[in-house]
């Protein structure tokens, strides 16, 4: 990532020129994907205000990321894009750039934000899918008190809201106790 920063500030016209020559096969990709059955495209990312820091969120990735999102609801479809990194500084710029599904967003205590914050500046424009920080089924980052009241509290809030999917933000890691997942299950099953 360094060099990559690096080689953009030091030799910008040769990095956009790259980008320029690999744009045909990103084009050919959002075509086929308008185009195909699929109700939900996911377009893999990994945004964090410290990898695509809003300046260069703006000017690099927020046309590209408008654009596939109007090609998509023109077909009827929706963006899903992965945010699991640091987000405050891009929620705005999350909403500027159209797209539908905000992939395995992490609040706090994962990241700086809070779901609330999250669910307040996506209103209802952007659908949540995560919300569980993956350290909270961890044993030895959480106890399982500290990890039942999230889960109760995350339940009591958005449960039974729109714009929410629960989930585990990006992964369930090895250390993960089956009790905790277990625990999320039977808390859902039991909102049914």
Same mark, same amino acid.
Request: hydrophobic share 40%.
């Given at each position: 990532?360094? $060099?990559?920063?690096?080689?953009?500030?030091?030799?910008?016209? /040769? +990095?956009? !020129?790259?980008?320029? $020559? %690999?744009?045909?096969?990103?084009?050919?990709?959002?075509?086929?994907?308008?185009?195909?059955?699929?109700? +939900? *495209?996911?377009?893999?990312?990994?945004?964090?205000?410290?990898?695509?820091?809003?300046?260069?969120?703006? !000017?690099?990735?927020?046309?590209?990321?408008?654009?596939?999102?109007?090609?998509?609801?023109?077909?009827?479809?929706?963006?899903?894009?992965?945010?699991?990194?640091?987000?405050?500084?891009?929620?705005?710029?999350?909403?500027?750039?159209?797209?539908?599904?905000?992939?395995?967003?992490?609040?706090?205590? %994962?990241?700086?934000?809070?779901?609330?914050?999250?669910?307040?500046?996506?209103?209802?424009?952007? /659908?949540?899918?995560?919300?569980?920080?993956?350290?909270?089924?961890?044993?030895? !980052?959480?106890?399982?008190?500290?990890?039942?009241?999230?889960?109760?509290? *995350?339940? %009591?809030?958005?449960?039974? $809201?729109?714009?929410? *999917?629960?989930? *585990?933000?990006?992964? +369930? /890691?090895?250390?993960?106790?089956?009790?905790? +997942?277990?625990?999320?299950?039977?808390?859902?099953?039991?909102?049914?």
């Amino acid at each position: 990532m360094d $060099q990559f920063f690096y080689s953009l500030h030091d030799y910008p016209a /040769t +990095v956009e !020129k790259l980008a320029d $020559q %690999m744009e045909p096969y990103y084009q050919a990709i959002k075509a086929i994907a308008a185009d195909s059955p699929a109700e +939900v *495209v996911l377009l893999g990312s990994n945004y964090d205000e410290s990898l695509t820091p809003p300046p260069f969120f703006r !000017k690099y990735l927020l046309p590209p990321l408008r654009e596939y999102a109007e090609t998509l609801h023109r077909k009827g479809k929706y963006l899903m894009t992965h945010t699991d990194g640091e987000n405050r500084l891009l929620l705005p710029l999350y909403r500027e750039a159209g797209f539908d599904i905000a992939d395995s967003l992490c609040p706090y205590p %994962m990241t700086r934000c809070r779901l609330e914050e999250i669910r307040e500046a996506f209103a209802d424009r952007i /659908t949540i899918w995560g919300g569980i920080p993956s350290i909270l089924l961890c044993a030895d !980052k959480a106890s399982f008190g500290e990890f039942k009241q999230f889960i109760d509290d *995350v339940l %009591m809030r958005y449960g039974h $809201q729109s714009h929410f *999917v629960l989930g *585990v933000s990006d992964m +369930v /890691t090895a250390d993960a106790e089956w009790d905790r +997942v277990r625990y999320i299950a039977d808390k859902v099953a039991s909102l049914a």
